[in-house]
């Protein structure tokens, strides 16, 4: 399987389709695209578990995070897909492939939910989506997932999509708005060789935007 950077050298990054859902590259050109993303990245409840290296503030800080990501993905080091209803096309959420490793076939996956669309099971249903696609189509071996201890809601999402509690991680990412102060997070993963989850999504519990 070619990697990322080969593919988009001679064609755009697939849409992966599936679960009621539609995943497509975000787009950094695209208004709309720009304002989803903003406001995604500036919810409170995001912001409660995430706290990113570079900030998220406004248009102009939106669009450079977007072409940065651009950027990752025509390097091959991740992919951020832009999840939505696979009828309407209404933006729902974020969904990444990051971190990727070609050498050691792992990557690291992290998503979130917008408010509206919350509870009902978009995370679940993107993440089996995505976590498909990078065990086949990219031909990677292990995926990775963590996130801030007592985010139960992602715990039950990660578990019900084969990702398995693999232990705490002490200090390994930061508190809630502070780039001085770390906490610990949980560590989940899937291997390409683990048995295949129950296909049938479910409603995401509980409100949390994702990782």
């Known amino acids: 399987m070619a990697p ?7 064609g755009p990054l697939p849409e992966i389709h599936g679960h009621g859902l539609r995943l497509r590259p975000w787009d950094a050109t695209s208004g709309a695209d720009v304002e989803t993303w903003l406001r995604g ?4 409840e995001f912001r409660r578990w995430n706290t990113p290296l570079r900030l998220v503030t406004d248009r102009t800080s939106a669009r450079e995070s977007l ?6 993905a025509a390097e091959g080091t991740s992919v951020s897909f832009r999840v939505a209803d696979a009828r309407s096309d209404t933006a729902l959420g974020h969904i990444g492939v990051n971190e990727i490793k070609y050498h050691l076939k792992v990557a690291r996956v992290g998503y979130w939910v917008l408010p509206e669309a919350r509870g009902q099971g978009v995370a679940t249903r993107a993440l089996l989506l995505a976590a498909h696609w990078a065990l086949t189509e990219l031909g990677l071996h292990r995926l990775e997932l963590d996130h801030a201890v007592g985010h139960d809601a992602s715990c039950r999402i990660a578990e019900r999509c084969g990702f398995a509690y693999e232990g705490t991680l002490r200090g390994a990412i930061f508190e809630e708005g502070r ?6 997070a949980h560590l989940h993963a899937r291997l390409a060789t683990d048995p295949p989850p129950d296909a049938e999504p479910k409603p995401d519990a509980g409100r949390g935007p994702g990782v």
């Open 4 to 10: 990322i950077r080969d593919r988009s050298l001679t």
């Open 41 to 44: 990245m500036r919810d409170p």
């Open 67 to 72: 072409r940065a990501r651009a950027q990752s």
């Open 179 to 184: 780039h001085d102060s770390f906490r610990d």
